[in-house]
């Protein structure tokens, strides 16, 4: 949205001035029906936006992306706060790069990307504790893996894998995640499950 450095210098500020801490930063769409774009074309357009904002010290810069050959290049020149995988981590090369940079890492659930409208969480069970399932998996296979516990960032991934009225469950929900001892994200900005009461 934001290949024209004049239009990334603005958005990049006003999120600043908004109170971010942290700038999250992708160049490949994971919204319904979105198409996926080819590792050069992503590469490139994250390369150029962390160039342009390379003198920009005042937030943390997330790296939202799911490819680890894309990942493993822009690691090579640019500085990385954190990684931010919408698939959790799930690939093996992905996991080698989160072990290896160290990097503390959002860890989002989804059930595809991107998601599709016919999967979503078992309607017969409490999506909460679907999620709290799935996190105790994700979190053994990374620490297995030999990835720091203290370092993973619980993404609930709302809009993500769930009907409307499950994302709304789990927003008012959320103590049912006061088990897990991990960081927790919330993303639930700009979402269609919105559109139920507003």
């Not at 679907?130 to 370092?151: E, H, N, P, V, Y």
Request: charged share 25%.
């Amino acid at each position: 949205r934001f290949l024209e450095a004049h239009e990334l210098h603005q958005q990049f500020n006003q999120l600043l001035e908004q109170g971010a801490d942290i700038i999250d930063i992708g160049a490949e769409s994971t919204r319904p029906g979105a198409h996926a774009i080819s590792e050069d074309d992503e590469y490139k357009n994250l390369n150029w936006a962390l160039h342009e904002l390379k003198s920009k010290a005042a937030a943390a810069i997330s790296l939202d992306c799911r490819k680890p050959n894309v990942v493993a290049r822009i690691l090579e020149t640019h500085q990385i706060s954190f990684l931010n995988d919408v698939t959790g981590f799930t690939d093996f090369a992905m996991k080698a790069l989160l072990k290896k940079t160290g990097l503390p890492a959002f860890v989002m659930h989804s059930l595809s990307i991107p998601p599709r409208a016919e999967l979503v969480l078992d309607n017969d069970r409490d999506p909460c504790s679907q999620l709290l399932a799935w996190w105790k998996a994700r979190l053994q296979d990374l620490t297995f893996f030999g990835i720091s516990s203290d370092k993973l960032i619980f993404d609930p991934g709302i809009g993500f894998g769930k009907t409307k009225q499950q994302n709304l469950f789990i927003l008012r929900h959320l103590e049912q995640l006061g088990e897990i001892k991990n960081s927790i994200m919330i993303c639930h900005s700009r979402k269609s499950f919105l559109s139920l009461f507003t």
